[in-house]
């Protein structure tokens, strides 16, 4: 089941475009890795993607239905997790649960099935224990850690993250790779992640899109079994 693409998407900051012609499809139940050097505009994908920028020209298409049938959920999980401030006041137990909201109606509160979830996400990512420490106060990898359990704690069928293994030691990585892998093959997530240690993770992944730089050109082009483009700096 289909459930993003991207069709002769041209988009860019300045007068010139930092992604040209870009063709992609992500199906369900699919873990894809985006990779390429800085300033290759991977971060802008995905904001695409997600239709948080429009594009200049071409369109972007999400699936109004999940691959079970109800409404698409989308769980996106940031770069600047980690920019939180120590003045931050919510505790990780507290934005967490915030995750669950988007099954809900306004009016209904969490139930036991919500908290369960929410324990589950966060011991998922090794940081029940923490749950009552103040996001301010976590490092940079702890903070990202969090990020990825309130998205879990959506279930998502559609799961974004960008770089999210940012300050986490070799072992923790290892750690996330296979979590992120449980999620595609047991729960039948489709998982979108920007990642600079493509080595690592590539056992676990089925697709990998590619930005790199265009022999004799300073353009980008995307190279997948199932994407096109050609891609400039600055994105």
Same mark, same amino acid.
């Given at each position: 089941m289909e459930l993003a693409s991207m069709n002769k998407v041209v988009f860019g900051y300045s007068e010139y475009p930092c992604l040209d012609d870009v063709n992609l499809t992500i199906t369900s139940g699919e873990f894809v890795a985006v990779t390429g050097p800085n300033g290759a505009a991977k971060t802008t994908l995905l904001k695409l993607m997600l239709g948080l920028l429009k594009p200049w020209s071409g369109q972007v298409q999400r699936s109004g239905l999940g691959a079970q049938g109800g409404k698409l959920i989308t769980g996106y999980v940031p770069q600047q997790m980690a920019s939180f401030n120590s003045g931050f006041p919510s505790k990780v137990i507290e934005w967490v649960r915030s995750g669950r909201w988007n099954?809900?109606? +306004?009016?209904? &509160?969490?139930?036991?099935?919500?908290?369960?979830?929410?324990? =589950?996400?966060? !011991?998922?990512?090794?940081? +029940?224990?923490? &749950?009552?420490?103040?996001?301010?106060?976590?490092?940079?990898? =702890?903070?990202? !850690?969090?990020?990825?359990?309130?998205?879990?704690?959506?279930?998502?069928?559609?799961?974004?993250?960008?770089?999210?293994?940012?300050?986490?030691d070799v072992e923790s990585r290892q750690q996330f790779y296979e979590l992120m892998h449980r999620q595609v093959k047991d729960c039948g997530r489709s998982i979108v992640m920007v990642t600079h240690g493509l080595e690592e993770v590539l056992p676990k992944i089925d697709r990998v899109i590619e930005l790199k730089r265009k022999e004799g050109g300073d353009w980008k082009c995307c190279t997948t079994s199932s994407c096109s483009g050609h891609f400039w700096p600055g994105g």
């Amino acid at each position: 089941m289909e459930l993003a693409s991207m069709n002769k998407v041209v988009f860019g900051y300045s007068e010139y475009p930092c992604l040209d012609d870009v063709n992609l499809t992500i199906t369900s139940g699919e873990f894809v890795a985006v990779t390429g050097p800085n300033g290759a505009a991977k971060t802008t994908l995905l904001k695409l993607m997600l239709g948080l920028l429009k594009p200049w020209s071409g369109q972007v298409q999400r699936s109004g239905l999940g691959a079970q049938g109800g409404k698409l959920i989308t769980g996106y999980v940031p770069q600047q997790m980690a920019s939180f401030n120590s003045g931050f006041p919510s505790k990780v137990i507290e934005w967490v649960r915030s995750g669950r909201w988007n099954r809900k109606r +306004w009016y209904e &509160r969490l139930n036991e099935e919500d908290h369960r979830i929410v324990e =589950q996400a966060l !011991r998922e990512v090794g940081m +029940w224990n923490q &749950r009552n420490t103040r996001i301010g106060e976590l490092s940079g990898g =702890q903070k990202q !850690r969090i990020g990825v359990a309130r998205a879990l704690a959506q279930e998502p069928d559609l799961f974004v993250l960008d770089e999210p293994t940012t300050g986490m030691d070799v072992e923790s990585r290892q750690q996330f790779y296979e979590l992120m892998h449980r999620q595609v093959k047991d729960c039948g997530r489709s998982i979108v992640m920007v990642t600079h240690g493509l080595e690592e993770v590539l056992p676990k992944i089925d697709r990998v899109i590619e930005l790199k730089r265009k022999e004799g050109g300073d353009w980008k082009c995307c190279t997948t079994s199932s994407c096109s483009g050609h891609f400039w700096p600055g994105g």
